[in-house]
């Protein structure tokens, strides 16, 4: 009930009124022992207790002497926004950086109540008009606005502790989902540049297997909710994964619909530009929090495998090709002008970067998990390893149901078998399942991917084939350079026994030499 307290405010805005006359008149106290002073003084505070039993805290929107917007006003607003702005008749429509849509708050002098444990609040939006109305630079700020919050002095002690407490945390929360979700890139003249992050990617539309997607989704959110838990076990509340397997398996996708789920804000760190050490450094600790961090195809950033002998002939061979390819050039030009270390990067996720903020997540992914240093992949960098693999039945029926909306077909038991039996990546899955025109219905997709499949299939075979041949030709070859070999031993011993036998018997020589020719000829 607004107006009984309001009714209340005035009256004990009178009695107030009288308090501060009474303080204001120090003549008229001195004529009076201190004693009565003391009792006029305790009867008045009584009175404007009985009259005006409320305490009200006020939360200006600009603080600082820089009047910079209280992140404590912004909270409000947002909580205020969700719980309140339905039961009032005035709203204010605001564009909020970095907010998705204007949001609608309550309009200046609107006023509402809001419940916590049973106990009453009374918020509301007032405005001060300053009285000098001079020119400012800062014309936005002239308008002094606030929030009023009031309740009963008997629970002080809740809402100033608790509930005050509970409307920033929640009011948080609410702008932390409404805003913008970003997207940050990294390039060697600026730090961090960013893009609204727009990737339509989510875990319904994620192919693989069920258990391990859901196994996937109870990880994050332990870790989104695990704010307590990493304080109590004495861990920074971060977490790695390491995302591998072949190209198309659906690594960067997995990504896009870890940051969707969770909300949090992408950072794509491209190490090849980065400089060194001291610059990564930097960059990573100028991420915010509530951010995933990206390194993508980690093996190919840069020498981080610890295989720089291989890398470098690698390279070598690569010489002929960056002549033709002026993208390899460049993408060698940017290896050799950055001095980013794998000891810098370990370094780095271990010590500085564990103390500053919290809630974030570091992903590397890779194409060749095999290839990367152990010391970068073990648990507590890399706390989960995730691998993306070629489309099973489970995630081919996702597909279906995504790119063709149907659960069930009498095709599905030919193209489980054609599954079990040939690797094919969910991309290329999703490349047959696309209708190519307006004439080319669901049946007609599923036999795409059928004939797709069973050339995939027939080529592996062939693949097989041809390596089979192979193998047995080198094993073959080898096995005459071997004979070859122990024929050319055995003839070298002839010789040397012939000159033995020059020495010492010729008839033995002899046959030990027509033994030697047999035998290489054999
Ligand atoms: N598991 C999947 N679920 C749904 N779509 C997928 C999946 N895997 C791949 N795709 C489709 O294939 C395209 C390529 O996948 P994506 O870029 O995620 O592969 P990748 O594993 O990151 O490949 P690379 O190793 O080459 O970076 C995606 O845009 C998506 O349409
Ligand atoms: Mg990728």
Redesign the pocket.
């Known amino acids: 009930m607004l107006v009984p307290r309001e009714m209340l405010s005035n009256f004990g805005s009178a009695i107030g009124g009288l308090a501060v006359i009474w303080v204001m008149l120090p003549r008229w106290q001195q004529y009076l022992p201190p004693q009565i002073r003391d009792l006029v003084d305790r009867c008045i505070n009584k009175l404007v207790n009985l009259f005006y039993p409320y305490v009200v805290i006020v939360f200006s929107e600009f603080e600082g002497e820089r009047l910079a917007r209280s992140e404590t006003y912004l909270a409000i607003q947002s909580y205020l926004k969700e719980h309140a702005t339905l039961r009032v008749r005035r709203l204010k429509a605001e564009t909020v950086k970095d907010s998705q849509s204007p949001i609608f708050t309550m309009g200046d002098n609107e006023e509402v109540t809001d419940t916590f444990k049973g106990v009453k609040v009374w918020w509301a939006s007032r405005k001060k008009i300053p009285r000098n109305m001079s020119l400012s630079l800062h014309p936005m700020t002239e308008d002094r606005r606030f929030y009023r919050l009031a309740f009963h002095w008997r629970h002080r002690q809740l809402i100033m502790q608790s509930y005050v407490k509970h409307v920033l945390t929640e009011g948080k929360a609410i702008a932390h989902k409404n805003r913008l979700q970003k997207l940050y890139t990294n390039n060697p003249s600026k730090n961090w540049s960013h893009v609204a992050f727009e990737h339509p990617?989510n875990f319904e539309?994620?192919?693989?297997d069920p258990n391990k997607k859901r196994e996937i989704l109870n990880d994050l959110t332990k870790f989104r909710e695990g704010k307590e838990y990493y304080a109590k076990i004495g861990k920074p509340w971060k977490r790695g994964y390491l995302?591998y397997?072949?190209?198309?398996?659906?690594?960067?996708?997995?990504i896009a619909a870890m940051a969707n789920f969770l909300n949090y804000d992408v950072y794509d760190l491209e190490l090849t530009a980065v400089k060194d050490n001291t610059k990564l450094k930097k960059l990573l600790i100028e991420t915010s929090s509530k951010s995933i961090i990206v390194i993508?195809?980690i093996d190919c950033s840069l020498d981080l495998t610890g295989q720089r002998k291989k890398k470098e002939k690698d390279d070598d061979d690569d010489d002929q090709d960056e002549n033709d390819d002026p993208a390899k050039k460049m993408v060698k030009e940017e290896k050799a002008g950055s001095k980013v270390t794998l000891s810098g990067l370990l370094n780095f996720i271990d010590g500085i970067w564990s103390a500053c903020g919290g809630e974030r997540i570091i992903i590397f992914?890779t194409?060749h998990v095999d290839k990367l240093d152990p010391a970068l992949i073990r648990r507590g960098r890399m706390d989960k390893h995730i691998e993306?693999s070629y489309?099973c039945f489970e995630?081919f029926k996702?597909?279906a149901r995504?790119y063709l909306d149907i659960q069930d077909h009498l095709l599905f038991e030919t193209i489980s078998r054609l599954l079990d039996e040939t690797n094919m990546?969910?991309?290329d899955v999703?490349e047959n399942l696309m209708p190519k025109s307006d004439n080319e219905d669901a049946e007609t997709c599923l036999r795409n991917l059928i004939e797709a499949l069973e050339a995939a299939k027939k080529e592996a075979r062939k693949k097989k084939e041809k390596e089979s041949r192979a193998q047995a030709k080198e094993g073959r070859e080898k096995k005459v350079n071997g004979e070859e070999e122990e024929g050319k031993e055995s003839g070298t011993s002839a010789k040397e026994v012939k000159e033995n036998g020059d020495v010492g018997g010729g008839v033995a020589a002899k046959e030990v030499g027509e033994n030697g020719v047999c035998s290489c000829r054999r």
């Open positions: 990617a539309t994620l192919a693989m995302l397997g072949p190209p198309g398996t659906g690594k960067s996708t997995m993508e195809d992914t194409n993306m489309c995630a996702v597909l995504n990546t969910p991309a999703t």
